[in-house]
C-alpha cells in the first residue's frame, strides 16, 4: 500500500520572527503546486500565529512542537493543545527525544500528551527512539515497542487513524550521524508489525512513520524510498529553504 509521504520541518529553538516569516515564504514559494504529500512545520511557540497567517491558503501545515496534557490551569509556561488548535496548529509533535533527555519526558507523560492532543482534535507525531548506548546493546527494537505501548495504552485504537509515528534513533538526531536505510526499514518494519497487534492490519497499513535523524538533501531520497518509509521529521536542514525544499522533492 502507498501511503501519502508527510514532511515536516522541526525548527527546534531556532529564529527570529523576521528569519521564520522569510522561511515561510521562501519554502511556500518553493513549492510546485503538485506535490503529492502533507507538508508541515513547527516553529516556535511565539510565532504560531503568524506562522498561521503566513501558512494560510499555501499547501504547508501548521505544527507545534509539544502540548501540556491539560486543557487549562495554573501552569505557568505550559501550551494546551486547545490553544495549539485554537492559534491553528493541525499537528503537534510529542516525544521528541530531546523533551525526553532535557525535561525528563517519560512514557507516561507522553502518553498524557498524546491523549491531551487527541482531544483537541491535533494530529500527534509520537516520537520514538533509541540512544546510542542501548543499540549497542541490542535494545533498540524492544525499547522502541516499549515506547509505543506505553504511549498508546488507554488509547481506544479507532482514535489512532491518523497517528503518525516518527523513528528518530537518538545516536542521530543534530550528530550528522545516520541510520542507513536498511537500519531506519528494519525498525519502521518493527512499527509497522506492532501497530498490527495494537490497531488492527487495516489502520497499521495507513499509519505514516517517518524518519528522523540528521535527513538531510543527500540521504532523504534513499531513505524514503523504503517500503515503511513514509517521510521524514528534518531538524536543522528545515531551517534552510533550500534544502528543506529538496527533501521534499527528493520524497515525491
Known amino acids: ?19 521564520a516569516e522569510g522561511l515561510v515564504r521562501a519554502v511556500v514559494k518553493g513549492l510546485h503546486g503538485n506535490e503529492e504529500m502533507d507538508i508541515a512545520v513547527a516553529p516556535p511557540f511565539p510565532y504560531l500565529l503568524p506562522a498561521a497567517k503566513w501558512l494560510a491558503g499555501t499547501p504547508v501545515a501548521l ?9 487549562q490551569g495554573a501552569y505557568t509556561g505550559e501550551v494546551s493543545g486547545v490553544m495549539l488548535r485554537d492559534a ?20 507516561e507523560t507522553v502518553c498524557r500528551r498524546l491523549k491531551a492532543a487527541l482531544a483537541a482534535k491535533l494530529i500527534p507525531i509520537l516520537c520514538v527512539g533509541e540512544t546510542l548506548e542501548e543499540r549497542r546493546r541490542g535494545m533498540t527494537r524492544q525499547l522502541v515497542e516499549t515506547q509505543i505501548l506505553e504511549a498508546l495504552k488507554g488509547i ?3 482514535d489512532l487513524t491518523n ?10 538526531i543534530g550528530t550528522g550521524e545516520t541510520a542507513t536505510p536498511g537500519q531506519a526499514q528494519e525498525i519502521h518494519d518493527a512499527i509497522r508489525g506492532l501497530m498490527k497487534k495494537v490497531v488492527g492490519e487495516e489502520t497499521a497499513r495507513q499509519i505514516r512513520i517517518q524518519y528522523g535523524g540528521s535527513v538531510k ?16 521529521l528534518v531538524g536543522g536542514a528545515s531551517l534552510k529553504a533550500e534544502s528543506f525544499l529538496a527533501i521534499i522533492r527528493a520524497g515525491l
Open 156 to 158: 481506544p485504537s479507532g
Open 1 to 19: 500500500m502507498k501511503r501519502r509521504p508527510f514532511i515536516a520541518g522541526n525548527w527546534k529553538m531556532h529564529l527570529t520572527a523576521s528569519e
Open 163 to 172: 497517528l503518525v509515528v516518527a523513528y528518530e534513533p537518538v545516536w542521530a
Open 88 to 107: 491553528g496548529c493541525c499537528y503537534v509533535i510529542v516525544g521528541h527525544s530531546e523533551r525526553r533527555q532535557f525535561f525528563h519526558e517519560t512514557n
Open 63 to 71: 505544527a507545534a512542537q509539544n502540548l501540556h496534557w491539560e486543557p
Open 217 to 232: 538533501p543527500d540521504n532523504a531520497r534513499e531513505l524514503m524510498s523504503q517500503p515503511d518509509i513514509d517521510g521524514a
